[in-house]
Structure formats: structure tokens, C-alpha cells
């Protein structure tokens, strides 16, 4: 057969053809193949009016998302909305929907546009806290296990921050340290382990605000340092003033918890030049210190 219409004495012959082919559920380009006719107009007007066979359509996996949709659409969804909810494209949304009516845009209530401020304010709290025990818990794991000298400079440097010391109008070269942070009491035990202060040497004092659950501090500090209160002196209360707003309630208060070590003027003298040596080997460049 030829190639072009001009060179077909017959069309409306050629077209039966197509069409009988076409109804037999052949392709374009079965049929093209098979009339030799390469010329695509001519192929299109042969076949005009016959609709393709089922077989050769492709499915659209896009089809069921496009009528979901319109269908939120048309209840009123905006297009974000929409991309949430079926996790396509915006360009998408827009083709699917364009000739669809407009949702009118409602106007919040005051108590909406509240809980909404809220939410996203609650979301940003939530991964700045996130943030905050993230940089906490890694600044802890990279501490690992102390030495004895780390041990023994950290309680240095802890005493002379909490504890009492030496005045030159008023000796006092005795040890005594007073905190409320259970942490700092756990650290100072330990570092008084290891300066080798025998536990029967020391002496505790609780301090608390007379306001406060007064028996239940004494027995929480004697259960902490592991005494049956035998080494407890009589707890000292601070006095209740009613022009001041106190902040230290609630069952987490728990006072201060004070500790003597007896015999102490040997180890507060070694504690005061420890901590000169501190000073002044901080006073080194960083240089000279690694030496």
C-alpha cells in the first residue's frame, strides 16, 4: 500500500479496514504496522470517531487522589490543607481543582486564633526542650569516670564555693559545708572518702524554714547520707517573715543540709592551700600547664 493518501484509489476502503482493526482491539500502531500507513493525519482521520481499545489505556494512579481532592475541595479545604492530607504537590492541587468555587475564607474567633498561637507556641517549646536535655545529656556522657586528682580539685573548688573558711579577724580553720542540692552533698562525701575522713568523724545539722515539713526533710537528709540520725544535731528553723514571698516550698524542699567534720584543722589548712595551688596554676598560660 502506499504511503499518502494521494496515492490511495481507494480511502473509504483503506478505512474500513482501520476501523475493522480498531474494533478488534488493535493498537495505533498495530494497525499503522499493518496498513503500511506511516503519515499520522492519515492515520488520525482514518480512525477518526473509534475509540481506543481499553486495553490500551494507561491507568492514572493520580485518578483517586484527584477526586479526594476535589472532594475536600469542594467541602471547603484550603490547599495546604489538602497537601497535608494526601501528601501531593501544591501545582498538583491547583490543576485538579482550579474550576472549583472558592472556599470562602472564615474568620477566627479570637478563642482560635488563641489555641492555634498556642499549639505552635507549645510545638516551639517542645523542640527547644528537646534541644536543652539533648546538649545536657551529651555534656554528661563526655564527663565519664573521674580520676582521684579530678576528684580531688573538683572538692577543692567545691569547698571553697560552699563551705566555711578562715578569716584573719576570725579563725575558723574547721570544715564545714552547707548545701541543699543533693548532688553536691553526694559529691562531697565522695571526695571526703577520698581524703580518707572516717564517716563517724562527721556531723550534720539540718537548716529549713519553720513553715516547712520539718521532720520529713530530717528524715530524708538521714536516709541520704545513710545515718540513723544518731550524728544529727538539733535542726536549726529559720523564722517565718511575712513580707517575703518564698519560692523554696513544696515537697522538693527540703532545707540545707549542713556537715561538720571534726578534727578538722589539718584537712581545712591542706583545703586552703590546695586551693592557692589552683589559682595560681590557672594563672599559667594554657602552654606552660600541658608542660
Known amino acids: 500500500m502506499a504511503h499518502s493518501l494521494g ?13 475493522t482493526l480498531r474494533r478488534a482491539g488493535l493498537s495505533r500502531r498495530q494497525i499503522r504496522d499493518r496498513l503500511h500507513v506511516d503519515n499520522n493525519d492519515l492515520l488520525n482521520r482514518l480512525l477518526q470517531g473509534e475509540p481506543a481499545p481499553e486495553w490500551t489505556k494507561r491507568p492514572n494512579a493520580k485518578d483517586d487522589l484527584r477526586a479526594r481532592a476535589r472532594e475536600l475541595r469542594l467541602q471547603g479545604w484550603t490547599y495546604d490543607q489538602i497537601q497535608v492530607e494526601l501528601g501531593c504537590s501544591k501545582s498538583s492541587i491547583s490543576l485538579w481543582v482550579r474550576d472549583l468555587p472558592k472556599p470562602e475564607r472564615k ?16 510545638a516551639k517549646l517542645q523542640i527547644r526542650e528537646e534541644k536543652r ?6 555534656a554528661t556522657e563526655e564527663i565519664g569516670k573521674l580520676t582521684a586528682r579530678e576528684l580531688f580539685l573538683l572538692g577543692v573548688g567545691l569547698y571553697w564555693a560552699e563551705g566555711s573558711k578562715d578569716k584573719s579577724y576570725d579563725r575558723r580553720e574547721r570544715v564545714t559545708f552547707v548545701n541543699s ?37 530530717e528524715q530524708y537528709w538521714a536516709e541520704f547520707v545513710g545515718d540513723d540520725g ?10 517565718h517573715n ?8 513544696g515537697e522538693t524542699y527540703r532545707g540545707c543540709l549542713v556537715i561538720k567534720v571534726l578534727k ?25 600547664m600541658s608542660d
Open 7 to 19: 496515492k490511495y484509489a481507494d480511502f473509504e476502503g483503506l478505512r474500513e479496514q482501520a476501523v
Open 133 to 138: 536535655q539533648r546538649t545536657k545529656r551529651l
Open 181 to 217: 542540692d543533693p548532688g553536691m552533698i553526694q559529691v562531697f562525701l565522695a571526695w571526703l572518702d577520698l581524703l580518707g575522713v572516717e564517716r563517724d568523724r562527721l556531723r550534720y545539722c539540718v537548716m529549713i524554714h519553720e513553715q516547712a515539713d520539718v521532720a520529713g526533710a
Open 264 to 288: 578538722s584543722a589539718d584537712l581545712y589548712r591542706r583545703i586552703e592551700g590546695s586551693w592557692y595551688g589552683i589559682v595560681l596554676g590557672a594563672a599559667q598560660p594554657i602552654g606552660e
Open 230 to 239: 544518731s550524728a544529727f544535731n538539733k535542726t536549726t528553723l529559720k523564722k
Open 242 to 249: 511575712p513580707k517575703t514571698t518564698r519560692k523554696n516550698t
Open 107 to 122: 474568620k477566627r474567633t479570637r478563642e482560635q486564633a488563641s489555641a492555634i498561637a498556642k499549639r505552635g507556641w507549645e
